[in-house]
Structures are given as C-alpha cells and as structure tokens.
C-alpha cells in the first residue's frame, strides 16, 4: 500500500473531479459512453493529476495498466476476451475488432471508477414481472413479437429472453434490431450494448 500511495491520492483526487460521462450519449432505452467519449472526458484530468494509463494486448488478453507519472507507481487489471463469439453478417477480424474496443471500454472504466452507462437496476420501470410458464417454441425476430402487460393504463415491454437475444445479435437487418430495442427491454446492460454494437457495425456498412 506505501508503494502506491501517490498514485491513489492522484487516483482519489481524479475521481473526484472527473464527471458521469454516459449523460452525453444515449442507445435504445439506455445511456452509455462509447470509448472515444471516455478518453474525451478523463485524458485532461488524467494529465492535471499526473496520470497516465496504458492497454497492452496480449494475445487474447488486454491489460490495463493506470501509472502516476511522477512517482512510477501503477496498478494493472486483466481481462480476457473470449475466443468463441461469432456474430452473422461480421467476419472474424470484425469481430475481434468489436470485442477489443468492449472491453477496452469496460476495463478502463472499471479501474479509474468511472460511471459510464445508466443504472438499469435504479429504474422502477426495469423490475422484472411475473409470467405465466408457455410451451416452447422455436424463436425468430419476426415472431419474437412481446406479450404486452397492462398496469392501470400503462403497457410495459417484455423481458427479452435469451433465445430472443441470440436471435437479435444473429440479424442483418438493421431495422428488426431497431424493433428489438422498440419492442423489448433487457436485464442486463451488457446485451444492451452488445447489441447496439452489432447495430452501430451494420448501419456504417449500409451507408
């Protein structure tokens, strides 16, 4: 602990200072920050606190290391990327591409304690609701149309299960993501953005 005590009161002094960044951005239903908000938003802070920090892939590793440039001291987390994600429509090198700016991301925001993306967890409209046990069947975008559930007056989406959600990333269309997002909502953050970077990847080759 004596070894990084200047780093961590520069560290304390940065998130004291640094804002939420995700206010500045919004998906479908939820707020995140991409990476380039991020780096837009810590690097002069970093720098006014003598901080510094570095990603270095390894193979199929990133290691994030944060440093105080003053005194050397740093401190590293490591995160591996996994090896088995195909997603329709984008080959293997895009994929590889879209996995290392995700964790890149997250594995920033996690060591300097940023706050990057919205609390699904703090909305009342997110708490999960009661269903009634159905006969599988086989899903599709088409017909993963939701059931709607009136509460005095309001309808609420669907939780969307996880043969819906493979079958969302799995799209090549741009517009049944879209209705997915429209139609559905999610219990976990990391598919909201794991989807809204197959639908950001498939509307920049359309144009």
Known sequence: MEKTIKLFTALAAFQQEVP????????????YADLKQI????NPIMKKHKLGFTQLLNN?????????????ESIQSEVEIPEDVTL?????????????????????SAILGL?????NDANPNNKPEAKTPSAPKKTTLENARP???????????????????EAAKACT???????????FQFRKIEQQEE????????????K
């Open 173 to 183: 269309d741009p517009k049944l993501i879209e209705n997915v997002f429209a139609k």
């Open 39 to 42: 780096l837009t938003a810590i």
């Open 88 to 108: 329709k429509g984008m080959n293997k090198f895009q994929v590889v591409g879209s996995g290392i700016t995700y964790y890149r991301r997250y594995s920033l």
């Open 115 to 119: 706050v990057t993306d919205a609390d």
């Open 147 to 165: 059931k709607e559930t009136k509460k005095k007056g309001n309808t609420s989406k669907q939780w969307i299960n996880q043969e819906q959600f």
């Open 20 to 31: 939420v960044i995700f206010e500045s951005s919004t998906g479908y239903g939820y707020k």
């Open 195 to 206: 989807l809204q970077e197959i639908y950001n990847n498939l509307k920049s080759k359309n």
């Open 60 to 72: 199929n590793k990133i290691t994030t290391v944060v440093f105080h440039t003053l005194s050397g």
